[in-house]
């Protein structure tokens, strides 16, 4: 599936919407990027599966891993396609069993490769390569489906982890404009809005 | 892969060990399950996935939901596998954003079957079901890959949730054994803690 009919599908599910939307970080958005229905839709998961493999494939490495929730299917799904080791993060230490924050068979030195499906600041990702390294695993890249362009990428690339995206939002705001799916004031309220919070 | 195959598998892969265990329940056990390893094996975890599809086949259903974490990647699979949509379970209410506790996309009304990696208690399967059902989803049956029966089939079914299972922890120990994997006593002693350990 070419980029452009993942956008286009993303919008018809909703999952790309416009209109006034808090964000994570406590701003508020005219655009509001929620890849959380990809997970109820196993071909375009598959596809987006696939546009982030083709985003990493200058990159060498041995695992993938997903930040929770939205992006473990993709990780799942790349995993399954080409047969790449899978590890998981866990969003907090269990009280009982091994005990493990990353779970999953791996060895110190390995290069895992961090899969995530929206970044704004980077926290979330930074966060999962910070827990990886704690475990003694490479981690240096990270492939994105929508890079939201608010700094993500200078902030990750600071503690020397590469973004890798397959979109970036105004990309994303292009393809639809020019599908006239949204109108000219949308798409330019919605660009003025990502190139004035930057966050760093 | 036949379900012997995948029982050695998991077994090589340290997924079922022999010794002496600390259970999600309080429970010491000399036998400790611990599929979290399937998921840095695609071919098993494709495997596993195939094998839950088939012990759910008399079932209709429009969605599959995993118990998080290890169940996770089990119904990506399935839903990748079979077209199936996915819908995900958070373990948390978000604080930000759209709010959902149950992600995805579903109408009231359609039929949700529950993917589980291990089954003691039943605990985790009930917590889901409850929260998909809040969500309008009719909710009556679950698939897990192993049931330690101790007491969850029970359980699970006085909730009117019926529990299909792939293997059952017997199942797998007498496997074993037939495999010349771990000796007579070891076996015994496995089973006679899961006989002697009923919850309901």
Known sequence: MHIDAIVLHLFELGALRFGDFLLKSGLRSPIYVDLRATISNP????????????????????LVCGVPYTALPFATAISIAHNIPMILKRREKKAHGTGKMVEGIFQKGQRCLIVEDVVTSGQSVLETAQQ????????????????REQGGRKILAEKTLQLHSVCTLSSMIHTLLEKKKIDEKTAADAIAFTQSHQLR
Chains 1, 2 share one sequence.
Request: net charge negative; charged share 25%; aromatic share 2%.
């Open 43 to 62: 071909r375009l998961l598959v596809a987006v599966a696939e546009s982030l493999h083709g985003a990493a494939r200058n990159i060498s490495y041995d």
């Open 132 to 147: 990886l390294a704690e475990e003694g695993l490479i981690v240096e890249d990270a492939v994105v489906l929508v890079d």
